[in-house]
């Protein structure tokens, strides 16, 4: 059983900055795929970016392409989300995300083996 713990988020100006962590344990991390979604109010939940095993691999929605980089840190189960040039329009819940399967954290969440518990991300205009 992996257990995920979001840190990070807070309350942030429009064109600011958040770097959010996502720490594993309980498991082999490296087996790991590793994402993230967020979910506005009275929206579905979407999702964000999404980093292969080995780090080797990323992918981002397109409403994040070019401001937002994951990255991760086998050595310490951790993942990073810095986010950059924040607009208000990213203000949500941001859950961490894990998956044997890549594919899965991209196209399925219904099925994503594991949640964090999320951290709230508020951009004030």
């Known amino acids: 059983q992996v257990q995920l713990v979001e840190s990070g988020g807070g309350l942030v100006q429009a064109g600011g900055s958040l770097t959010l962590s996502c720490a594993a344990s309980?498991?082999?991390?490296?087996?790991?795929?590793m994402g993230w979604y967020r979910q506005a109010p009275d929206k579905e939940r979407e999702f964000v970016s999404v980093i292969s095993w080995s780090g080797t691999s990323t992918r981002y929605a397109d409403s994040v392409k070019g401001r937002f980089t994951l990255s991760r840190d086998n050595a310490k189960n951790t993942v990073y989300l810095q986010m950059n040039s924040l607009k208000p329009e990213d203000t949500a819940v941001y859950y961490c995300a894990a998956d044997i399967n890549y594919g899965l954290i991209v196209g399925a969440p219904h099925t994503i083996d594991y949640w964090g518990q999320g951290t709230q991300v508020t951009v004030s205009s």
């Open positions: 309980g498991g082999t991390f490296t087996n790991y795929a």
